[in-house]
């Protein structure tokens, strides 16, 4: 069987394995106080080309934007997000469990269009009431999206430029940052997605780590008493070095960018295959996502050799599907896929 | 000047009031727990037909509409509404810091249609990650809608249906109830609203109280414990009885009625005089709020004798406005603002 | 029957009742934006002294305490209370249902003590940990307490400096301010209550009001957006002028005070003759709340003409009552009662 | 240096960290539906001899304690607990952040006994007001207290029995059930937490695994959609079969006992020797946590080889301090340690 389900179904890359182990047996105080956290902030604050910064370790993503979007928003402050955003559909009412509310505006290809967020905003400070409605005060935006589409560099700056003329801060998922890094002719670099937004997340869980993300701000004062907040929603590891360690390894001869690369490279592969065999695209992506429309006899079929995730309801006769890579994807897989389509 | 802006801006009934007069200087026990309270229950579940249920008589209708909502959902729920409700608009995010999403489903003239409810159920429930998103658990809608139209008979059985087939309940929200019962052309009566939601409220601030809305149930176990959640929430009133006292006088001598066919036979014949004088309606009410397409010119000059308010962003040559009646209003207005247009 | 359960068992003062129903034919607009209410901030700022700052009115005291506590905590602040304090027992969990700890001290007479306070705070700042804990962020005091006694202007003086110290505000709640400002020997006036807190709320509903409390602040930073989270609470009332109305009227021709030095003055009388009688107190309070402890026997007579409350579990042979006074209390009630015991 | 300060400050035991390290390449679905996960759950369930029940994994303590508590209380319910409590003290208002109260009871050498709970109960439903307090609605106990101390067999049974009475879950945290369970002289195994309680976790993290709590109830139905629950509280790990698996070997050849018994008789030893050299107990505890009250120079010469926690604040001549032993101590860490003092 070759799996494509998603990109967490195996532990964690072996550099990162072999890290753990090297540095299990040694003593060192908990909550993330220790030398490989610093060192890991430290690293990471450098690649994003950040002065005077500050990175915060965390286990998840739907607990990673959970504990931001609730230290940025006052009460009574809402995120605008596109409707297909994960924190809109898949994170189980999260945000709205720490009271705020999502503003779902129409995605684009899974992403947001700087001009629909000028124009909610605008319309929002021209009603009379708005006093009684819920303040649109951050944007969350993901790096690449749900869809794994991916945002231009000239997006980035639309977006953030409606941020700043609003006041309020811009806040990036990379749950699959490295993807996005590494995807088909992208134009964005980490340390651009450093500077264009306030708060960001790089993901380990799904990049690599055996889990983890590390919250990254060039704004710490965006983030006051935020270890009290982690702390507050349970998402204070006791033996913190464990995501100090991992994203050191991580951010070491350039792991993090080789594994994105590995895995988009893979996916382009996959696509071309099946593009050539005449399948139709549900979305064109140039990430480790890819997503086809397929008909359902082809599916079963498939479902033989690889497993892969239906992507929505079945059809009558086709359905999207889709297929996901990661550090652990190997040629042979992509091979074997594409010579049973 | 004559006074269209909306339904709260003059004080109670004079019959109300005249209660709350004499009845100023008795002492009675607090917290609702008085005789004025007792009667005005023992009066309500007898006009709605409910042999064994339950009031709860509150301040407002975000507050009734958040305490309600908080107690019939739990965590992880949300509730299903149209985009144009008052709780996913102009409640300030009131539903959202009790910790529940709202599930916006596009209106149609302000209603949800039932079939768009069966299928946003049946297509989460088909979802195979479900569990990881926020579940429709129950249905809120307002009769009239924000937009002045009314469901009819027919309609309410439907989502009463959908709401029984997916064992969630279904939940009215009445602030302008008075004037949805009076409606033009209206086929539903209090004793329909009763029967066919599991729990409503009596709108009282906008239909001729000081104050205060009426939460009704035929089933009462669900509100548990809701008198220590109205606590929680703040929102018990010391001098309880204030509440008691008005909506026994309201439900006296069928005053509740009165008052909206009052207001809606006024603003009736407040739309045929614009549809007379050759306007466009905006949409098409039968109840005490009627909206028209007027010149921006026209909206001028009429602000000189009357206030009303805009309804949306100005446009470039003509704008929605409202008007809105209520028990005070009088026939002399009507005449006056219609010799005006 | 003569009745001294509380201080919210019958309505408005007649002068009161009679402002609302003169105005109640008229039109305002809604929400608290109306001329009555802006004149009945302009009145109370100039009663406490204040140039510069801000006041907004609600209906109740658990509603105020909430939101105001709600407005002045950060995630994971706690708010320093007396452990008799009316939010740490009597709000059904009003204050944490917004997300933060109380943080009992031992009561004296029911009141705080500065140099506990003091300790508290240096004692978490010279914990290690810290910041995994809840950062005593505000001050609550009573005034009067729930035990009916008052802080001296010294002890105010005293808390005032711990909290400036501290950084952190102090707020008071005046549930019964009436009361505490005509206390016996008392020398607060509210310009400094006005001055020495940082916010505090004006008690109506139990001193003479229909319903209503009025939140002052000398420092309106300390409640940015504050209308915002009123409407988030459900508190912000659709006819908000009936609370500008009311207000206006207490703080017309001193009828604040005089309602407190009335209820006060009878208060005292009513000590006076159960101390005359040789009846022990229950605490010494110099305020309209008056606490004995009483044979059961006796308790059972009274029973017969009066009605009072228990203060708290009946006892073998004898038990605490409290008698309450108001507005409404009369000489003759006193001397009727006193002529039984 | 020889480390003492807590029970997390190194990695995985050597046998949890091997398994990881095998089961690295593996392909298995997410969210803790793998079979690893499986066969832990009913590993456990067996261990506690739990025919019908429940296991559901999270990352820590705090979190655990969170989302179980949350989970377990209504709206207006509070949870009764020692004051010395980790709930109480260190988890930076987590359960405050939930919406509930803590009732914190005086501790007895950090325990609460069953009749303090009992009377707690009996006048809260005694008091005439109770509808307007915190309900007290379940009981949190820790097995090992934060003091180190256990429960005996018998005062667990007395607790179970008022919370049988009261119709309240009672619910034990056990961050350090190993150390617990192997106790000196102690009479309670893991059956026996178990079947008198109604929920409880097994903790990992300070007990050998590299992070990890199981949740394991007797009672599934207490613990409705708690997939969900945990989802949204963020605390859904991606990879969740990395709990499944590190809990599977922890309970494979008695390895989760055999840590515990081998930090508590390292633990005992280190008590007598500091014992035998005439050093007072702070606290006497029978687990891997133990308490001195040592002369601060004797401190400042350990510092130099050991690294351990003043327990409170530094004293004027002598403070009481506190050593800590996991799987990582070694019989020669103890020798070292007792031939300085």
Redesign the interface.
């Known amino acids: ?1 070759i ?1 494509f ?2 990109d ?5 890359h ?1 550099a990162v ?1 072999r890290r ?2 090297e ?9 993330g106080r220790d030398e490989f956290t610093k060192a890991a902030e430290k690293t990471i604050l450098s690649e994003c080309g950040i002065a005077n910064g500050a990175v915060y370790f965390l ?9 931001v979007i ?2 940025l928003l ?5 995120v605008i997000a596109s409707d297909t955003a994960h924190i809109n ?6 945000i ?7 503003i779902a505006l129409p995605n684009h290809k899974g992403k947001l269009l700087a001009s629909d967020i000028r124009k909610y905003i605008r ?1 929002f400070y ?2 009379d ?1 708005h ?5 649109p005060a951050m944007v969350y935006i993901s790096f690449p999206t749900e869809l794994g589409t991916i945002y231009t560099h000239d997006e980035l700056i639309g977006i953030s430029e409606v941020c700043r003329e609003a006041g309020i801060p811009l806040y990036i998922d990379g749950a699959r940052l490295a993807y996005g890094l590494a995807a088909e002719s992208g134009d964005v670099s980490l340390k651009d997605i450093a500077g264009l937004c306030d708060v960001f997340y790089i993901g380990g ?2 990049c690599g780590a ?2 983890g993300e590390a919250v990254v701000t060039r704004r710490p004062e965006l983030l ?2 935020f ?3 982690i ?9 913190g070095r ?1 995501l100090g360690i991992q994203f050191s390894q991580l951010f070491t001869d350039n792991l993090y960018m080789s594994i994105g690369q590995h895995a988009v490279s893979l996916a382009l592969k996959l696509k071309s295959g099946f593009i050539n065999k005449g399948y139709q695209l549900y979305i064109d992506s140039p990430t480790n996502q890819q997503f086809f429309i397929l008909p359902n006899d082809k599916i079963e079929q498939l479902k033989a050799i690889a497993s892969f995730e239906l992507w929505g ?1 079945k059809g009558e006769e086709e359905t999207p599907v889709r297929f996901v890579t990661d550090w ?1 994807t190997t040629d042979n897989d992509i091979d074997l896929l594409l010579s049973a389509i």
Chains 1, 2, 3, 4 share one sequence.
Request: zero cysteines; aromatic letters at 6%.
């Open positions: 069987m799996y389900d998603n967490y179904m195996v532990g964690a072996p394995m753990l182990i540095t299990n047996g040694l003593h060192t105080i908990g909550y286990e998840g993503g739907t607990q990673t934007n959970a504990i609730d230290r006052d009460h009574n402050d809402g559909v898949h994170e189980a009412g999260a709205e469990a720490t009271g705020h509310k999502i319309n021209n009603d009431t006093r009684y409605m819920v303040r869980t799904k055996l889990f006051p008493r270890d009290s907040l702390k507050l929603h349970g998402a204070t590891l006791a033996k464990l309801p652990s």
